[in-house]
């Protein structure tokens, strides 16, 4: 059966070149870097060289970049690592945190915790394409403000923040808050030079840009202060103890520099064939809406409500024709409860419950998006025939 993968945003297949240096790795360079003698030394180099390669792209020093297990494990450094270095100040448990409404798990789910530890969290909202409120957050941003965090690029809608303006906006407003994005989805098109972004932190996740899974980074800025979250043998600088993964850290920084090579030229055309699936998608089908700004959006990123159609039936009948799509984040496929990112649009339940992400990604093909639009209408069209939902629009 045909296979047509369009769930790029949940993880992509790790590159050739990619899996070639990491197997070279494991064969050759199979010490712990933190071993005194010269096979763990040659491990030690390894990771320096990967580090160094790192921060030559982000334009920041080396040491300012902390490997961790994840982009998950990334954010919940930068949030819980920042925040608790003030648990004891009276007034971080004042303000604390601000964050927005359409945050990864990743990020929202730490600070949750961190409200039940007795800090002030705020969510600020974005507006129907889900840029978020800039008004809001300014006046928000008060002399207690310990962190800011804003994803650079949605998971779901794709949305683009203006992360530069952000950053400048917050520094003007209190130039001790730091400010952390979580630029998974935005590594492979977006520019990830710190200095130009204005950032403190920075998550990375090698498994969004054909690197492997298992692997990521934190870019903190030098003089940030941030405490471990794992303990043990205190590697990377303390911060992130466990031996580390040097060939998953060779993947990841070799998966860097292929995705900054050729991003321009690779989100041009990713552009073309989104634009032509979405235009194609509202013509053909109706009851359809595109979650999200369509000038400020990855290139790779399709997000469609379908109404009176449940996201969840239409993602298993695109399966049984070989056709991979989501519903939303891959982290959260286990929960069925409706996208928080589309109702934070100020968008209806139904619109919700109706979503799908297609992420487009280096293999696909406009044969392939043209195999999914000859099917696609017919299943639209069978489930609504059975369902009992009918939307006004």
Known sequence: MKQIYLDYASTTLIDKTVAKAMTVCQAKIYGNPGSLHQVGQLAKKEILKARTKIAKILNCKPEEIIFTGSGTESDNLAILGVMRTNRLSPACRQAGMITTDIEHHAILNPAEQLGKEGYKILKIGVNKDGFVDLEELKKNISSETVLVSIIYANNEIGTIQPIKEIAKMIKEKNPKTLFHTDACQATGYLDLNVQNLGVDLMTINAGKIYGPKGVGL???KAGTKIEPIIFGGGQERGLRSGTENVAGIIGLATALELVQKN????????IK??????????QKIPKTVLNGSLENRLPNNIN????????????????????????GSACDSLNLDPSHVILALGKPYEYANGALRFTLGRSTTKKDLDYVLKVLPKIV???????PVRVKI
Do not use: N, P
């Open 218 to 220: 934190l870019y903190v």
């Open 263 to 270: 991003h321009k030229k690779e989100s041009l055309r990713e």
């Open 273 to 282: 064939l989104r634009d032509y699936f979405i235009k194609q998608i509202l």
């Open 304 to 327: 469609i409500s379908f109404l009176d159609v449940e996201g969840e039936a239409m993602l298993l009948w695109l399966d049984k024709y070989g056709i991979c799509v989501s519903t």
């Open 381 to 387: 069209a069978d489930l609504r025939k059975i369902s």
